[in-house]
């Protein structure tokens, strides 16, 4: 066992090669496209709106459909419910993505420059931290508008989740929830980089090039 411990401690030290190198490199590119487009996009349908409403989640701006118009419609609506307006400004994470995604970004670019397997590692495991703890957010961000509702509101509604990901049925709204191309992108980066990591190092501590 300690045998087996030393081979894998001693492989963590080892250097990547030059396929593992050039490909970490590359996945920086699906990375930068993900702020060109929606992390996550909210589509609202009722009678009263025919064509929908439409909501889209950037990394670092929210936008709307009908040329930026919806977002003014669904705070409207949202007023009258008594939940909070959605705003930029209210929401912190919009300036904190962009930040850990180009932090993300030069780390990819460090190790794979002079980086060793155990770099590799720490930045897989950095990387499943920081996207889940921003899904977290979201959630968090979505449960608290549904349940931090102003009791002196025109209309009274029991406080509820919106949805996450799917279609969920709230008053006479069918609203729409589900992950955009940018995190289409963000995916593709980020399985990138555990498959690499997962390919250069075996349990048992011997190393595997790709």
């Known amino acids: 066992m ?18 593992s190198r ?4 590359s996945l920086v590119l699906p990375l930068a496209a993900s702020f060109l487009f929606p992390l996550w996009r909210i589509e609202m349908e009722a009678p009263q709106y025919p ?28 007023h009258y419910i008594g939940m909070h307006p959605l705003e930029e400004s209210r929401i ?4 904190w993505i962009p930040f850990a995604f180009g932090l993300l970004g030069l780390l990819v670019l460090r190790v794979a420059a002079v980086g060793t397997v155990r770099d590799l590692i720490d930045l897989s495991v950095l990387l499943i931290y920081i996207t889940g703890f921003f899904f977290a957010r979201f959630v968090l961000m979505l449960y608290s508008y549904g349940h931090d ?23 006479n709204f069918t609203t ?15 399985l990138g980089v555990l498959l ?8 048992d501590g011997r190393q595997v090039r790709i």
Do not use: C, W
């Open 149 to 171: 509702l102003d009791p002196t509101a025109a209309v009274t509604v029991a406080p509820f989740m919106p949805v996450i990901v799917g279609t969920k049925q709230i008053a």
């Open 22 to 25: 050039l490909l970490l490199a």
């Open 176 to 190: 729409h929830s589900y992950p955009h191309v940018g995190t289409l992108l963000v995916g593709l980066f980020a």
């Open 196 to 203: 690499i990591t997962a390919r250069r190092i075996m349990v």
């Open 92 to 95: 912190p994470e919009l300036g």
């Open 51 to 78: 064509r929908g409403l439409q909501l889209d989640i950037y990394a670092h701006r929210l936008d709307g459909g009908n040329n930026g118009h919806d977002i003014t419609e669904i705070n409207n609506l949202n």
């Open 2 to 19: 300690a045998h087996r411990l030393a081979r894998f401690y001693a492989a963590l030290g080892h250097g990547l090669n030059g396929r």
